[in-house]
């Protein structure tokens, strides 16, 4: 595992999502309404379709596509289409950077 260097925290408002990019890997990043902040695979299960584009409400990360929602901090999945969690990733925030443990 690594702490990777993602964005700097204040980069995402809060409730928002922004797509960071590693290696062959795409992940969201969320900033939630108390001031933390989660990790995610950056593509809905349903169809492939970048998360980042989506609406993030209540510790919900709606895809953009066909409204499927995911609980971002959990990576459950609890709105049709989608059926399939997310995988969930570490995050940290050091001298106001969002680290991300990426295995």
């Not at 108390?34 to 593509?43: I, K």
């Not at 999945?77 to 443990?101: F, H, M, S």
Request: aromatic share 8%; proline share 4%; glycine share 10%.
């Amino acid at each position: 595992m690594a702490w990777i260097e993602a964005c700097a925290a204040n980069k995402i408002d809060e409730e928002e999502v922004i797509r960071f990019d590693h290696g062959t890997k795409t992940f969201a990043i969320y900033r939630g309404a108390e001031d933390d902040y989660y990790a995610t695979d950056g593509l809905c299960t349903h169809e492939s379709v970048h998360l980042a584009g989506g609406l993030v409400m209540d510790g919900l990360v709606e895809c953009p596509k066909h409204n499927g929602r995911f609980d971002y901090r959990t990576g459950h999945a609890k709105g049709a289409p989608v059926c399939i969690n997310l995988q969930t990733y570490p995050v940290k925030v050091e001298r106001g950077l969002v680290l991300i443990d990426i295995p």
